[in-house]
């Protein structure tokens, strides 16, 4: 099993629509997490951490379970901008150097 | 306030000439970070640095790969000889203690 897994997509979700998805870790122990966006020959950016109890920052929303070892990503009424590839990460230990990164969702919001 | 700054942009060579890349990283971030990304198997981790030391450089695909820091605000990752297979882009990363990671542009190598 990989230690982070995500659907490479791409999902097309009509402007304004809600769209969802999730990631798998394998590493138990793991202690944080994140989704990271990027943008088209960009670089990845922070887009938020994911709290144990969830958190919400705008039209996004991110969720944890440890239980099944899965976080999640919300993003309602979807904007063209949206459009990306969404990258799960996944700590290991705490500092930086322990980040695993997902192969990343594509994410295409059409008009 | 600048952010990570990386060059080339973009580098086309030929199999078996060196190469090499260049990062500055934000100015007060002690930890510096060399990724490698690739559509088959993503972004992948090649070695970083802590106040100019390396750390981990356990994702060093081979000895032909080496990086250095010689000082808080450069750092060069070498391929020599370079191989098709390299070609990827490459991301220079920084941040300081537990804070959130910053990446530079990257350079996108393609090695013929």
């Known amino acids: 099993r990989k230690e982070v897994e995500q659907d490479p997509g791409p999902f097309n979700v009509p402007e304004g629509a809600t769209v969802a998805f999730n990631c798998t870790y394998s590493n138990s122990a793991s202690q944080s997490f994140f989704w990271y966006r990027q943008d088209c020959r960009k670089e990845p950016k922070l887009l938020m951490s994911v709290y144990s109890s969830g958190n919400e920052d705008g039209r996004f929303t991110a969720q944890l379970n440890r239980a099944s070892q899965y976080i999640s990503l919300l993003i309602r009424d979807s904007k063209l901008s949206d459009s990306a590839t969404y990258l799960c990460v996944v700590n290991r230990r705490g500092g930086a150097d322990g980040l695993t990164f997902g192969k990343g969702t594509h994410l295409i919001i059409q008009p | 306030d600048a952010g990570v700054i990386q060059s080339p942009r973009h580098e086309v060579t030929e199999m078996g000439q060196e190469v090499t890349l260049r990062c500055k990283p934000i100015?007060?971030?002690?930890?510096l970070f060399w990724y490698r990304q690739t559509m088959m198997r993503g972004l992948e981790l090649l070695i970083y640095?802590?106040?100019?030391?390396?750390?981990?450089d356990s994702g060093m695909p081979e000895d032909r790969f080496s990086a250095k820091m010689p000082n808080a605000s450069f750092s060069t990752l070498k391929i020599q000889p370079s191989e098709p297979r390299d070609s990827a882009v490459y991301f220079c990363a920084s941040n300081r203690g537990w804070e959130k990671l910053f990446f530079g542009s990257g350079t996108q190598l393609s090695v013929l």
């Open positions: 100015s007060g971030h002690n930890s």
């Open positions: 640095f802590n106040n100019n030391v390396p750390i981990d």
